[in-house]
Each structure stands twice: as C-alpha cells, then as structure tokens.
C-alpha cells in the first residue's frame, strides 16, 4: 500500500512484482525475467519499480535460508544487482522492495547504491488504526452510530490486512442478521471471532468443569482488577472458543512505548490467577492454565534473561535475538553451569512469588470470587462495566446481607450499604437482559 502511496504522489508509472514471480524451476528463467522487467522499466522512465516479498530472491546466499533451487536464486539475485548497479545516470528509476525477514537478506543487496535506504514499518498505533479502519470503513455500509475510536484502542498489535479482514468479518455478520448497516455490535463479535475463534456452541461441559472454569476465569478477572500496574478488564467469558474453554481479556489504555517491572509482574499474577482460583477452591490442579503457564514462564525467562531485571544477575542480557517469528525462539548464550542453574533459579523463585501473591489476593477476595464465579455461571459473559458493577456491590451490602441467610460465603466480613444500591439478583437480571 505504501508503495502504491509512493507512485501515486509521485505521478509515475509503477511496476509491480511478486519475488516468487522470479523464482521457476528452470535455471536462468528468474534472471531472464528481471532483465526483461529492466528493459521493460527504462523505456518508460522516471518510473517506480516495486518487488514485494523480496526474500524469496534476496536470502542470504550463505544461510543457506533458501533452501532448494540455489542455483536459479543465486542467478536471479546476480540479476537483480546487476540491473539496480546498471542504471545510466539518466536513467530515473526508484526500486521499492518490501519484505517481513530483513534479516535473511543477502548483505549485497543493502549495499550503498542498492537498496540503501530501510524503513521499518511496524504494526500501527491507536491513531493509525482508527485511521485504517475509517479507510475500509468506506467501502461498506456503516451505521451513523458506529465510530472507531472504542474499536481502535480494542485491537492492539492488528496490522492493517487484519484491520481489513475485521471491518470484512463485521460486514458478513451485519449480513447474517439480514441488516442493511453495520452496527457497534457486529465489530465487537467480528474482533472476538478473530481473536478468540468461533464459539462452540455444541461444546458439552459437566457442571462441574464449567463451575472449575468459572472459578478459573474469574480469578483472571480479580487479579486485573485488583492490581494497580494491570491492564483495565476488557472481557470475560466461559464460552468455549477455538481451543480456549474460557477467557478473561484485558486491554491497555494506550500503546505501551516500554514495559515496566511493575507491569510484567502483574501480568504474570493475573495470569496465575486462574490456577490460584482452582486450588483455592477446589484444591486441585487442572490442564485448564497449560496457556497461562506457558506465557507466564515466557514472560519471567525474558524478564530474567533479556531485560536484566533480576537484582541477583544483574543488568546483564543472556538470550539470543531470534529475529525469527517465534518470540523467545532464540535461547541463550553460552554460558557456565552455575549462570545457567542461577537463571533457572530466578525464573523459577519470580514464578512462584507470583503464584503465591495471586493466591494471596485471592483468598482476601474470596468473597468476591465466589459470587463472580457464581454470576459467570448464569450469564456466561460479562464486559469490564459489568464487572465493576459486581466488583462494588458485591464487596458490600449484598453479600452481608446473603451471609446473614443461608449464604455459605467464609471470607466476607463488610456490611457496608452498597454504594450502587442493587441487589445481586437485580444486577444478574441486568446483565442477563
Ligand atoms: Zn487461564
């Protein structure tokens, strides 16, 4: 898009290819092509030439990361240096190339006089991306009720082709329902079938293991409300989707530039919380927090190991860049017995601390999870004002006046008037409704 951008404002001709366009099995039939692409470009100039997915011909002959066809690659990418060196001093062409991996490309290709210039694009920011979705947003039928400003602060990390395929998905569901107009609505369900998957509707859960998932969710959601570096509630839910049964989803209120300690241990306690919630209740174990382990420890590796927030190690990087798509692909450097049992150590006491400081929060709420998990059970989801609600009512008058009758509730002592003057049950009709 941005190369397009280019052409336009520039008022040129522009030139387009694929780098698997180049690429055939027949040794020199890539290389014939860009030169006829070059021939084909200087009869026309000034002009802009644009290769997409420059990987494909520009891997590191090296790295061996072009596996297969070396050879065609090889002379196709001579090709291509050959012509970018080639241009007469009159000849006023601007080669644009676009790729995800700049790190498996050929050093000869960045060289001065190539491709010399970088520029990074990274996913865009809160402003961006409501400026993206107003630009698809014109080309379907929107209700007058629908701004982007909510949508754009609730997808954090979406790129512009995922922005796209949002306001696409959102389109289909308004034509579901037979609707004319795009509503608030069907972006809301679009952004939670492309983030969480499609609901299982015909998914059969036990009472029991339903009730274990309340509890486990709705300790998620305590923990993100109760810590002061957490990110606000944005969702929670027992719906099963895609291949989570459950989910509690936070969204920060800006794009964060850097993270702080602070913040990074709070998302390891929240995200603790829905094992704590399980043991305190049921005291059991369940494979229901496999995701939430697996992130929590990646979290506290990279804390440790990347960005020097252990006070024993000190402010030492040891993990290896992957530059690769997977996060913490990379490993560690080479290191000694001792740094390396000292590293697992730390991961391992950060870890724990968290878990205990869950448990710990979570007991003192005890009250508030059992009427959370209770309500979770009979509306299946709550958005983070709903939950606020609860949060403040259920603390005070309601539950007092439910432990004064029959309600087993241990941890609640407050008999407070509730400030919001609801009762529970009136709060469930609300949401229900
Ligand atoms: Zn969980």
């Not at 709903?386 to 309601?398: A, G, R």
């Amino acid at each position: 898009m941005l190369a397009k951008a280019v052409a336009g404002e520039a008022g040129v001709p522009f030139y387009s290819f694929s780098g698997s366009d180049f690429v055939e099995m027949f040794v020199g039939v890539g290389a014939s092509r860009v030169r006829d692409l070059f021939k084909e470009a200087k009869k026309n100039t000034p002009c802009i030439v644009f290769i997409d997915e420059i990987d494909a011909v520009g891997a590191s002959r090296a790295s061996g990361a072009s596996a297969g066809g070396q050879e065609e690659r090889g002379q196709t990418l001579n090709a291509l240096l050959v012509e970018m060196d080639g241009f007469a001093t009159d000849d006023t062409i601007v080669v644009l190339a676009a790729t995800n991996r700049p790190d498996i490309l050929d050093s000869a290709l960045k060289r001065p006089g190539r491709f010399d210039r970088q520029i990074n694009i990274l996913a865009p920011d809160v402003k961006g991306r409501k400026q993206i979705l107003e630009v698809h947003g014109r080309k379907v039928a929107l209700h007058s009720e629908v701004v982007f400003d909510d949508l754009a602060k609730a997808t954090p990390g979406f790129t512009g082709a995922e922005l796209a395929n949002l306001v696409n998905e959102a389109a289909l569901m308004a034509a579901r329902k037979g609707r004319e107009q795009i509503l608030n609505e069907d972006f809301e369900k679009a952004r939670d079938r492309i983030l969480m998957g499609i609901e299982r509707k015909g998914m059969v859960m036990s009472d029991k293991d339903r009730k274990i998932l309340a509890y486990h969710e709705a300790g998620h959601g305590i923990l993100a409300n109760k810590l002061p570096h957490s990110d606000p509630l944005h969702k929670i839910t027992i719906v099963p989707r895609g291949m989570a049964l459950g989910q509690t989803q936070q969204l920060p209120i800006s794009d964060h530039p850097a993270y702080s300690k602070e913040y990074l241990r709070s998302k390891i306690i929240v995200l603790m919380g829905g094992r704590a919630a399980e043991e305190l209740i049921f005291k059991q174990q369940t494979t229901g927090a496999q995701g939430d382990l697996l992130t929590a420890t990646h979290i506290a590796t990279d804390m440790i190991c990347r960005w020097g927030m252990s006070k024993t190690l000190g402010p030492q990087s040891f993990s290896i860049e992957s530059g690769g798509f997977i996060a913490g692909a990379g490993g560690r450097l080479p290191m000694g017995h001792d740094t390396a049992r000292l590293i697992d150590q730390e991961v391992n006491e950060l870890l724990s601390s968290c878990y205990d400081e869950a448990v710990r929060i979570l007991k003192k709420e005890q009250c508030l999870l059992e009427n959370l998990a209770e309500i979770l059970l009979q509306v299946e989801t709550l958005d983070g004002e709903e939950f606020d609600i609860i949060v403040n009512c259920s603390v005070k008058k309601e539950v007092a006046a439910m432990k004064e009758s029959e309600h087993t509730c241990r941890a609640c002592t407050v008999k407070e008037d509730c400030s919001v003057g609801q009762s529970m049950e009136e709060v469930v009709d609300e949401i229900a409704s």
